[in-house]
């Protein structure tokens, strides 16, 4: 079935260093995508989208890529940071449809 | 503002038992979602409503009953808990629809024994 994945369950950097978290979608209909973070106890808050008209978005510190003809995602976190330790989740949308989320991936930073 | 408020954060029922999750915004939200989450199987969504008054069904939507009487709140019913539906229980809300960007609480979670 169609479903948003991701590449690797955790990831681990060292403080500073740039992260990549990878996702793979599988639906070539969905037209617009979404990173959220997840902090223990919490619930998940939105980071940045990305419209399927575009290849890249950037924000504060954060960049998303998405490369449609592998229909792949990606979220590139600049410096990071201990605060940055958290679950990262992509979404996906089709037109007209809800959110489908993928599983997560685990980013932990050392210092 | 507090945006979107879940209570309790924490519940243990026994199987067979009922209970209701509150869920309120106060952003004047059009669309409110229940999602559950589970390990290794991320977010999926349970039931949704798109306005007062309405309601749908989301991709695991049995076992659990919506209402939708104002904006402002979305709960989500169990009326026979089974230890199947022990999870964290997540409700959110926009402004844009079901695809646009949710607000998220911070979670209820259920312990069905």
């Known amino acids: 079935g169609e479903s948003v994945g991701l590449h690797l369950p955790t990831l681990s950097v060292q403080e500073g260093d740039n992260s990549i978290i990878n996702c793979a979608y599988s639906n070539s209909a969905s037209d617009y995508f979404i990173w959220y973070k997840q902090e223990s106890g919490k619930g998940p808050q939105f980071i940045i989208d990305?419209?399927?008209?575009?290849d890249k978005r950037q924000g504060q510190r954060v960049t998303v890529l998405l490369n449609k003809t592998v229909k792949h995602l990606s979220l590139q976190i600049a410096a990071t940071q201990p605060g940055d330790s958290a679950v990262y989740f992509c979404a996906e949308r089709k037109a007209g449809t809800a959110l489908i989320f993928g599983k997560g991936t685990t980013l932990s930073v050392s210092s | 503002n507090a945006g979107v408020t879940q209570t309790p954060k924490f519940q243990v029922l026994k199987t067979g038992q009922s209970m209701t999750l509150q869920c309120a915004q106060d952003m004047n939200h059009e669309y409110m979602s229940w999602y559950r989450q589970d390990p290794g199987m991320g977010l999926r969504l349970i039931h949704y409503?798109?306005?007062?008054?309405?309601?749908d069904q989301g991709e695991v939507p049995n076992g659990y009953n919506v209402s939708r009487s104002t904006t402002e709140d979305f709960p989500l019913r169990l009326l026979s808990a089974a230890p199947s539906q022990t999870s964290v229980y997540f409700c959110?809300?926009?402004?844009?629809?079901?695809?646009?960007?949710?607000?998220f609480g911070n979670g209820t979670r259920l312990t069905v024994t």
């Open positions: 959110a809300s926009s402004s844009g629809g079901r695809g646009s960007p949710l607000h």
């Open positions: 990305i419209r399927s008209n575009m």
């Open positions: 409503s798109v306005g007062a008054g309405i309601t």
